[in-house]
């Protein structure tokens, strides 16, 4: 029996789709023509003064009939059955994982427009038909709208409680099928990454009006096109060629090249007619700068869901993720995007370069990003055993053999810039890191090889590549494998995909037999039953476990006397000192310290 249930609370759900509207009135604060009758919707489809259009959102709730009559709360009862999600799932050091989704199944109904239509009273006619049908007609631009899922409990004074609040986008708004059903389906933010107009870096009409002879440091544009030469932008490519060019130095159609084959590419020749295609390079640049751009420049996404200040004196999440572990990790100084592509492969590569994960959080609704596939340890993790919060038979542990590499091969310093990024040969540089106990006979007795193509690295960052390589190879052949289990609703609401806890079952134990303590870092959780049961799998990574193979752990704090008299979680994330090399009392060795 659920935590839920012992208490008689009811688990409850709803959905809540925000279409644009208009805050005018019409004929009234805008300036469409008086016409009683005819009038517009408040949407922008049927906007009859467009350039007055004032944008506001406005909510539909959507619930089932089992719970009815929540205090505060009026919604259509059309949801047929629980919202099918797909969770988010995160891979540590390999950059953008799986994206969250969910989709709504609604049942038509008819309605007379009561509350939706502001000019029901002045219609010439009316229409019961269904509601779904009319709300889409009206509101086709629907792409991208919020979609919220609301759960909770009823308490016995018939309010919500324990509100969990996701969200979503809206990708699709299908219907109505043979059973008279529509489906929303809607994506996480980091969707907007995919869409056909995150380009990076968006891209304008620009030709050669003349040719470009090679070495020629004047090129002329096709009349008009100097006005769209982006401000901000100084390199650009023509043909096979990379070109650095100062917007300064454009006169009307007439471009003075301030450099010619700009990173290693070819000085040729360009015929009339040739398109030149804007080049973005994030050159010199922090690579959180670098993401942080991206995210809120090519793919619009608003700055209120990224935890970012960029401010020391006031840091929010992403700014401590920088400090603790990619303070020094800038891009190299000539490695550019050399062709327009897709947002998201952009994204990725600069995740998996930089051992960075990105996901988002639906519950927190943040972009989420951690540097590291390790805590600091001060996040104080929820604890969980077998007794008091796994349910039964829910545990299972495997290994995760298809990444475990002993040796990862970087190619670095592209050659030409203007080139294939995803070819070895088009490189300088090769930092080649074995784990040569991991190939022995007493170990795995195999050779398996990562190679990494390094297309934002080059010898101004060429620094980072022995610690990227020492990162990725740690993480994957310290005895990692992924466990899974479930939790009711008391523990899910404090533990979510990226966060970490404190495991101990007697599934796991050392080599004495004795179960301890893992620190498992959650990468997906499911929802099996509504509000009440969940699905959490996470990785248990020695690189995770200062028992076995060291980590970062602090120095303890000064209100901590001792050892035994410490909590679990202080044992775990701090470091004391044990009589020589003797293990403590519960049978764990020392810890050591190492460069």
């Given at each position: 029996?659920?935590?839920?249930?012992?208490?008689?609370?009811?688990?409850?759900?709803?959905?809540?789709?925000?279409?644009?509207?208009?805050?005018?009135?019409?004929?009234?604060?805008?300036?469409?023509?008086?016409?009683?009758?005819?009038?517009?919707?408040?949407?922008?489809?049927?906007?009859?003064?467009?350039?007055?259009?004032?944008?506001?959102?406005?909510?539909?709730?959507?619930?089932?009939?089992?719970?009815?009559?929540?205090?505060?709360?009026?919604?259509?009862?059309?949801?047929?059955?629980?919202?099918?999600?797909?969770?988010?799932?995160?891979?540590?050091?390999?950059?953008?994982?799986?994206?969250?989704?969910?989709?709504?199944?609604?049942?038509?109904?008819?309605?007379?427009?009561?509350?939706?239509?502001?000019?029901?009273?002045?219609?010439?006619?009316?229409?019961?038909?269904?509601?779904?049908?009319?709300?889409?007609?009206?509101?086709?631009?629907?792409?991208?709208?919020?979609?919220?899922?609301?759960?909770?409990?009823?308490?016995?004074?018939?309010?919500?409680?324990?509100?969990?609040?996701?969200?979503?986008?809206?990708?699709?708004?299908?219907?109505?099928?043979?059973?008279?059903?529509?489906?929303?389906?809607?994506?996480?933010?980091?969707?907007?990454?995919?869409?056909?107009?995150?380009?990076?870096?968006?891209?304008?009409?620009?030709?050669?009006?003349?040719?470009?002879?090679?070495?020629?440091?004047?090129?002329?544009?096709?009349?008009?096109?100097?006005?769209?030469?982006?401000?901000?932008?100084?390199?650009?490519?023509?043909?096979?060629?990379?070109?650095?060019?100062?917007?300064?130095?454009?006169?009307?159609?007439?471009?003075?090249?301030?450099?010619?084959?700009?990173?290693?590419?070819?000085?040729?020749?360009?015929?009339?007619?040739?398109?030149?295609?804007?080049?973005?390079?994030?050159?010199?640049?922090?690579?959180?700068?670098?993401?942080?751009?991206?995210?809120?420049?090519?793919?619009?996404?608003?700055?209120?869901?990224?935890?970012?200040?960029?401010?020391?004196?006031?840091?929010?999440?992403?700014?401590?993720?920088?400090?603790?572990?990619?303070?020094?990790?800038?891009?190299?100084?000539?490695?550019?995007?050399?062709?327009?592509?897709?947002?998201?492969?952009?994204?990725?590569?600069?995740?998996?370069?930089?051992?960075?994960?990105?996901?988002?959080?639906?519950?927190?609704?943040?972009?989420?990003?951690?540097?590291?596939?390790?805590?600091?340890?001060?996040?104080?993790?929820?604890?969980?055993?077998?007794?008091?919060?796994?349910?039964?038979?829910?545990?299972?542990?495997?290994?995760?053999?298809?990444?475990?590499?002993?040796?990862?091969?970087?190619?670095?310093?592209?050659?030409?810039?203007?080139?294939?990024?995803?070819?070895?040969?088009?490189?300088?540089?090769?930092?080649?890191?074995?784990?040569?106990?991991?190939?022995?006979?007493?170990?795995?007795?195999?050779?398996?090889?990562?190679?990494?193509?390094?297309?934002?690295?080059?010898?101004?960052?060429?620094?980072?590549?022995?610690?990227?390589?020492?990162?990725?190879?740690?993480?994957?052949l310290m005895q990692e494998y992924f466990v899974s289990f479930e939790l009711d609703a008391k523990d899910?609401?404090?533990?979510?995909?990226?966060?970490?806890?404190?495991?101990?079952?007697?599934?796991?134990?050392?080599?004495?037999?004795?179960?301890?303590?893992?620190?498992?870092?959650?990468?997906?959780?499911?929802?099996?039953?509504?509000?009440?049961?969940?699905?959490?799998?996470?990785?248990?990574?020695?690189?995770?476990?200062?028992?076995?193979?060291?980590?970062?752990?602090?120095?303890?704090?000064?209100?901590?006397?001792?050892?035994?008299?410490?909590?679990?979680?202080?044992?775990?994330?701090?470091?004391?000192?044990?009589?020589?090399?003797?293990?403590?009392?519960?049978?764990?060795?020392?810890?050591?310290?190492?460069?």
């Amino acid at each position: 029996m659920t935590d839920a249930a012992k208490i008689g609370r009811k688990p409850f759900f709803y959905a809540e789709l925000q279409l644009n509207s208009c805050s005018l009135e019409y004929a009234v604060t805008c300036n469409a023509p008086i016409n009683p009758g005819l009038e517009c919707f408040n949407t922008y489809a049927t906007c009859k003064d467009k350039d007055s259009y004032t944008k506001v959102l406005k909510s539909y709730l959507f619930g089932t009939n089992k719970v009815k009559n929540v205090t505060g709360i009026d919604m259509f009862p059309v949801l047929s059955g629980y919202p099918t999600i797909t969770p988010v799932k995160l891979e540590p050091l390999n950059g953008v994982g799986q994206r969250g989704a969910v989709s709504i199944t609604l049942k038509e109904f008819q309605h007379n427009d009561a509350g939706i239509d502001p000019y029901k009273d002045t219609r010439l006619f009316t229409s019961d038909n269904g509601f779904f049908a009319k709300l889409r007609r009206r509101n086709p631009f629907y792409n991208n709208a919020p979609l919220k899922l609301i759960s909770g409990y009823i308490d016995d004074s018939n309010a919500l409680i324990d509100v969990i609040e996701r969200l979503y986008f809206v990708t699709a708004f299908d219907g109505a099928n043979k059973n008279g059903e529509y489906t929303i389906t809607a994506k996480d933010i980091l969707k907007f990454t995919q869409d056909k107009r995150a380009i990076v870096p968006e891209q304008k009409s620009i030709m050669l009006g003349a040719p470009l002879a090679a070495g020629a440091m004047t090129m002329t544009l096709r009349a008009g096109d100097g006005v769209k030469w982006p401000v901000e932008n100084t390199i650009c490519r023509i043909d096979d060629e990379l070109l650095y060019v100062d917007p300064a130095f454009i006169t009307g159609d007439s471009i003075t090249i301030s450099a010619r084959g700009w990173s290693n590419s070819i000085d040729e020749e360009h015929d009339t007619g040739a398109p030149l295609s804007q080049i973005e390079t994030y050159g010199n640049r922090n690579v959180i700068d670098a993401i942080y751009q991206l995210l809120t420049n090519e793919c619009r996404i608003n700055p209120i869901y990224i935890p970012y200040n960029n401010n020391p004196a006031d840091p929010d999440e992403w700014d401590t993720e920088k400090a603790n572990w990619l303070i020094d990790s800038n891009i190299g100084d000539e490695q550019p995007v050399n062709e327009p592509r897709q947002a998201d492969k952009v994204l990725s590569e600069l995740c998996r370069q930089f051992s960075i994960s990105l996901w988002w959080n639906e519950r927190e609704q943040k972009i989420k990003l951690s540097g590291s596939a390790i805590s600091l340890g001060n996040e104080e993790p929820l604890d969980l055993n077998d007794q008091a919060n796994i349910l039964i038979d829910s545990f299972d542990i495997r290994e995760d053999i298809n990444n475990r590499f002993s040796q990862v091969w970087i190619y670095y310093d592209q050659l030409n810039g203007a080139t294939d990024i995803s070819k070895k040969e088009n490189y300088r540089n090769l930092e080649v890191y074995i784990n040569p106990d991991a190939e022995s006979e007493h170990a795995y007795d195999e050779v398996n090889i990562k190679e990494v193509y390094g297309n934002w690295l080059d010898d101004s960052n060429a620094l980072l590549v022995p610690d990227i390589a020492r990162k990725i190879i740690s993480k994957d052949l310290m005895q990692e494998y992924f466990v899974s289990f479930e939790l009711d609703a008391k523990d899910a609401a404090n533990l979510w995909t990226g966060q970490y806890c404190l495991l101990k079952t007697d599934s796991v134990v050392n080599e004495f037999g004795k179960s301890y303590i893992q620190k498992v870092h959650i990468t997906q959780v499911q929802e099996l039953e509504a509000g009440s049961r969940f699905k959490y799998t996470g990785l248990s990574n020695a690189y995770l476990d200062p028992d076995i193979y060291g980590g970062f752990i602090f120095i303890a704090r000064d209100d901590l006397i001792d050892y035994d008299s410490s909590s679990e979680a202080d044992k775990n994330t701090n470091f004391f000192l044990s009589d020589g090399d003797q293990p403590f009392s519960d049978a764990r060795p020392p810890y050591i310290i190492t460069e």
